[in-house]
């Protein structure tokens, strides 16, 4: 809008404005003084620096002054005013150039009254403001309307996945109480079945320990059956020759009287040949040790192993035998049974290399330590950590006898050649030799200091040998009962001590590893071995007499060639190998462990 089109618009007057006298405030400066300096830089940069200090104080002061507040006093508008802004701000330009027309032509003839030009009421303008308000008021509602939409379908949604999860919860807590109930009828059903199935594997003992009697009784009756077909034909030849020379009635007799002869020499000497040399009768009752006989084994021309051909040593079988660690193996004399001893005071007889179970016993009432058979196979010795020796005699499946004069837990037991005596070992530092036909002892073997921990006899001769915690390898005469030989070299306790087959040499190890060979004719070590640092706890001999297996605290068996003396580990126990041998050809190795199996290797 140009100052024309206002002079068109509007009657212009001249007004005189008049000023308050405020002479003591204003200073007048003369009009050189104003000058003064023009002329020069040097008057301006002055003033300059003059105008920096000021505004550098006043800074200073604004700082240092407190802050204070300043009241605005807001003052309200006059109608008209109103109306114009009212007007601008709707856009109505027309409407507001005619009003401004007509106002101040209404104003300049007088029509206008003063009391009309009022102030408008705080009112309007608190209405517009609350209209304002009102507006973004509304359009944060909607904006709420909006979440809370969201809010509530994700809430739905959040409550149908919690019904479901209810449901699921329901249905898994309905399933539990029929499987917990379930559980329950399967453990009364257990618990009902648990006699019928103790009273089957009574039956089903039984019944394998009649299948082995009988299998032993139908070979014994094999045995006596070729015998007897032996005999006939001697009596038949006999008679034959007999009846060329001599007449019919000495004939007659003589058929009657020497085939009873030959046939009850033929029965003793064919029952001699399966069974123990006969005892003495003497008045008190009490057997005699035989004289030493020719060992069998010394001319025997077994297969010898080494270690290159032991390569394909493999686990053939593992068999669960027992709930405790297996302590103790022993293998029959003419057959592939094994025993083993175990800590649940317990012994069970096994069919290698199949694992089946053959018989069991109990009766013991503490840990077994060892097992053995006697020379013919027909009775069973343990020894126990209950201090005692037990006997037991397969055909009547019991204990026949108990031998309890040690003062500690037994740690061993052996059989004489003969089958007449038993030798024992314990922790009361002694060893005894027991009378089988009077079932006492006979000797008392002293001399070790310290628990005796393993005893053997020397095959097909009257000695033994024994070991003991003294860190020393005795020989024995179980004839007097005194020491004929002391083996040192070892420098911790020796658990172990067994002789080889042909009884020339004895093999040792000790709770640090160490294995020991001795020449019995030399009486000195030969051969020593460190297989340690862990103890090792039991070892066997092969039937050839040049390798060793040995049973480790590490859980390995450890073979070892005495000639090329390598060594060789077989890992497959989860605990201490507790005791190892080998059977009649050596083809299989059987090892018992802490982990309760017996594992067979061929």
């Given amino acids: 809008m140009n100052s024309a089109t206002i002079g068109d618009q509007f009657d212009l007057e001249p007004v005189e404005v008049e000023f308050d006298s405020g002479d003591d405030d204003i200073e007048e400066i003369p009009v050189e003084d104003a ?21 550098r104080v006043k800074k200073v002061r604004l700082d240092a002054s407190p802050v204070t507040k300043v009241s605005l006093e807001h003052t309200p508008e006059v109608v008209d005013d109103f109306v114009r802004n009212f007007l601008f701000r709707m856009g109505m330009m027309k409407t507001l150039n005619c009003f401004q027309a007509e106002w101040y032509e209404m104003e300049q003839s007088g029509r206008l009254k003063p009391e009309l030009v009022v102030p408008v009421s705080n009112a309007n303008l608190q209405c517009a403001e609350l209209e304002k308000k009102l507006y973004s008021l509304k359009s944060e509602v909607e904006r709420f309307q909006r979440a809370a939409e969201v809010a509530r379908a994700k809430l739905l949604k959040v409550a149908k996945a919690r019904d479901f999860h209810c449901r699921q919860h329901r249905n898994c807590v309905q399933e539990k109480n029929r499987l917990l109930a379930d559980v329950k009828r399967l453990r009364k059903q257990c618990a009902s079945h648990e006699p019928v199935l103790r009273q089957m594997k009574e039956k089903y003992e039984a019944i394998m320990r009649e299948k082995t009697l009988t299998r032993i009784e139908m070979e014994r009756t094999a045995n006596q059956v070729a015998s007897l077909q032996a005999a006939l034909q001697g009596i038949e030849e006999v008679v034959l020759d007999d009846t060329s020379a001599i007449g019919n009635k000495l004939d ?17 000497r064919t029952v001699g040949d399966n069974t123990a040399p006969a005892r003495p009768s003497n008045a008190t009752n009490e057997a005699q040790f035989p004289p ?15 270690l290159d051909t032991t390569n394909g040593l493999g686990l053939d079988n593992t068999v669960s035998a027992h709930g405790a660690a297996v302590s103790g193996l022993c293998l029959h004399p003419d057959k592939q049974l094994v025993v083993s001893a175990s800590d649940d005071h317990s012994w069970k007889m096994w069919s290698i290399p199949s694992g089946e179970l053959v ?22 010795a343990t020894a126990s950590g209950d201090a005692t020796v037990r006997i037991w005699e397969f055909a009547r499946g019991l204990c026949t006898a108990v031998l309890a004069e040690h003062a500690h837990a ?8 003969a089958g007449d005596f038993l030798a024992s070992c314990a922790m009361d530092n002694l060893s005894r030799i027991w009378d089988i036909t009077s079932l006492k002892c006979r000797n008392v073997l002293r001399g070790h200091t310290d628990s005796v921990n393993s005893i053997c006899f020397v095959p097909f001769t009257n000695n033994l040998c024994t070991s003991s915690a003294d860190k020393t390898v005795s020989l024995w005469d179980a ?18 001590a067994t002789p080889s087959l042909k009884g020339d040499i004895i093999a040792s190890c000790d709770s640090y590893g160490v294995v020991q060979i001795f020449d019995i004719r030399t009486i000195s070590s030969i051969l020593a071995v460190n297989l340690g640092p862990h103890p090792a706890n039991r070892l066997a001999l092969h039937p050839a007499g040049n390798l060793l297996a040995v049973a480790s605290n590490d859980s390995t068996i450890k073979l070892v060639d005495l000639q090329s003396q ?35 290797w061929s």
């Fill in 35 to 55: 000058l003064e300096g023009s002329d020069g830089e040097e008057g301006l940069d002055q003033a300059l620096k003059k105008a920096e200090d000021a505004e």
């Fill in 252 to 268: 007659a007799k003589r058929t009657a009287v020497v085939p009873e002869r030959v046939m009850r020499t033929e029965l003793k």
């Fill in 292 to 306: 030493p006989r020719s060992n069998p084994h010394a001319k025997a021309q077994t297969p010898r192993r080494t």
């Fill in 359 to 380: 018989t069991a016993g109990e009766g013991h009432t503490s840990w077994l330590s060892d097992a053995d058979f006697n020379p013919s196979g027909t009775h069973l």
């Fill in 410 to 417: 037994v740690w061993g037991c052996s059989w004489h050649w």
């Fill in 479 to 496: 004839r007097t009962g005194l020491s004929t030989h002391t083996f040192y070299g070892h420098q911790h306790s020796v658990n172990h």
């Fill in 566 to 600: 390598k060594i060789l580990g077989i890992g497959g126990h989860d605990d201490a190998v507790h005791t190892v041998l080998f059977d009649h050809d050596g083809n299989h190795l059987i090892s018992g462990s802490t982990d309760c199996t017996i594992r067979v």
